[in-house]
């Protein structure tokens, strides 16, 4: 029997108001090891709390996105991550089009399992709950 506190028909959104969200400005990754993409967009560092346990990371948003991160945006593309890490790395790369000799490809994986191990550690029992919800 599942020891999960949350109720698995819930919606993200409603899931997400359980989650408290802390942002500071600016992201911790060194300037230089972040890519174009993240250069030129917004970056936040953010820690999601939940029943006593964090998970903090860097999160970045587009330069057009005003305002601070919210639990329900980070879960939105964290969940996305996590369960890409969950797949095997042949699968990750047939999924998102990498050749599976790419160094990057494979670094891109293991960030994203990385993302799987810390939100299942932030999310306990109520991981599959939050993965599987209803996004919409």
């Known amino acids: 029997m599942s020891t999960a506190t949350i109720e698995t028909s819930r919606t993200l959104k409603q899931l997400s108001r359980k ?7 600016g992201a911790k990754m060194d300037w230089n090891a972040q890519d174009e993409w993240q250069q030129k ?3 936040w560092h953010c820690t999601l709390r939940f029943q006593g346990r964090q998970y903090s990371f860097d999160f970045w ?8 991160p919210t639990a329900e945006g980070c879960l939105e593309c964290l ?3 996590a369960q890409s890490g969950e797949q095997d790395f042949e699968s990750f790369c047939g999924e998102f089009g990498y050749d599976q000799d790419s160094r990057k490809a494979e670094k891109t994986w293991q960030a994203c399992q990385k993302t799987t191990a810390g939100l299942k ?4 029992d109520d991981y ?4 599987y919800a209803d996004r919409n």
């Open 19 to 25: 989650v408290r969200i802390i942002c500071q400005d």
């Open 41 to 43: 967009a917004t970056g």
């Open 61 to 68: 948003q587009g330069p057009a996105i005003t305002g601070e």
């Open 79 to 81: 969940l996305s991550d």
């Open 121 to 124: 550690r932030l999310l306990g």
């Open 128 to 131: 599959e709950a939050f993965l």
